[in-house]
């Protein structure tokens, strides 16, 4: 890699290398950019939007644009930022996020990405969706309540376990989950809980049975450090 090989993200050189995106440049110089749909295990999809950065003057997902030789990235601006909390608000009101009674609090990406962004509140109207729980596999219950989309278990299930068990049916507003078996539930299904996508959810949509609360509210990974510093939950195995 030549010195020339980099570009500036908030002032800062960032050493890349051919075919590297923004996201994967920044966060192997330790520079952390809010996302929730990114993976480096999966090819980019940039569904969330919530990695928007100014690229030479264009809004583009860091974690689909490739770096570019000497391009000047904005991620932390007034605007970008503001941006990025209305996404996040908009995430919690179209599903059903409570925070205190979920499994998944302390170590859920989505909770530790809207912390990180300064968004305690939702602003919006809630839209109180009614979503199932789909408690019929033996090892794992999917929650569609709290669900964002991310199609990292799609991405997971399709690309990595070979097996094509989530897919998103619907478009816009009625996008949703859905499971390929004849009856549409989970435990009539291929998924295993030892397949990728059972661990790459960032929020509680899909957890294990049996094992709720091993690490108890207020030592797991979120409540010890900042997701700035530690990266998504599901390379940590926690939760």
């Not at 952390?32 to 990114?38: G, V």
């Not at 030479?56 to 490739?66: E, I, L």
């Not at 995430?91 to 409570?98: K, M, P, S, Y």
């Not at 960032?202 to 797991?220: K, S």
């Amino acid at each position: 890699m030549t010195e020339r090989s980099t570009f500036r993200l908030d002032g800062k050189p960032i050493p890349f290398t051919p075919g590297q995106t923004i996201m994967d440049a920044a966060l192997a110089a330790g520079e952390y950019i809010p996302h929730l749909c990114h993976n480096p295990d999966f090819a980019p999809h940039g569904s969330c939007r919530v990695c928007v950065v100014r690229a030479n003057g264009r809004d583009v997902s860091a974690c689909t644009a490739p770096a570019a030789l000497d391009m000047n990235v904005e991620s932390e601006t007034e605007d970008i930022r503001a941006l990025r909390v209305a996404i996040l608000q908009m995430l919690f009101v179209e599903g059903n996020h409570v925070c205190p009674a979920c499994e998944k609090s302390g170590a859920c990406q989505l909770q530790a990405v809207a912390y990180h962004c300064g968004m305690l509140e939702p602003h919006f109207k809630h839209f109180f969706p009614h979503r199932a729980v789909d408690a019929s596999h033996r090892d794992a219950i999917l929650d569609y309540n709290r669900c964002i989309l991310c199609e990292l278990c799609v991405r997971a299930s399709r690309d990595h376990d070979g097996k094509r068990v989530f897919s998103i049916s619907g478009r816009g507003i009625g996008s949703r989950l859905i499971v390929d078996s004849q009856s549409g539930q989970l435990g009539d299904s291929r998924f295993a809980i030892t397949d990728k996508a059972a661990h790459v959810c960032p929020v509680g949509a899909i957890l294990p049975r049996l094992g709720g609360f091993r690490v108890p509210i207020g030592e797991r990974l979120y409540d010890r450090e900042p997701i700035s510093r530690v990266g998504d939950v599901a390379a940590h195995q926690e939760g």
